[in-house]
């Protein structure tokens, strides 16, 4: 936060009377042609002092020749004063679009965004299924609908059994 005493430094008469027209109780009292005004005037005059900041800034690192008789050592202050004056042109700019919600009746963002969490927090909440069969409850047969009538015979597990046997044999003897 910029304070009075750096206000008073960074900007010249004129510059620091419009400023001082932006802060509150001023700049209610304005009408909507003379905050247009101001800030057009604030505008020019933001647009001068970034210029000579940015250019002051390429001077420093020796990017542009000097503009006057010698380089510029710093710009902070020419970087205070723009800041300034753009603070002062975002409050126009508020003051201007709380004057427009004020006559066209139309919420602002955050009453739209409160009005939305009301409406979100009476809802009812939605009915969600029964999630059916679950691990917690463990695993519970499943009763068949027909009974089995497939399966391996007693004459082909024994012919698979045979078969293992003798390939098993086969193996331990040597002979392949």
Sequence with gaps: MINVVSEDRALNTAELAMVNDTQPPAVERKTREELKALAHRLRQAHSRAHDISSRQQREIRGKAEPHGARRAQENAG???????????????DEELSRRDEIETGRPSPSEFARRALELKMGAVSGHHPDPGRTASQGIREKKRTEEFAGGTSKREMGRVSQATKVSQARKDSGKS
């Design 78 to 92: 020419n970087v205070v004063k723009a800041q300034l004056l753009l603070d002062a042109i975002h409050r126009i």
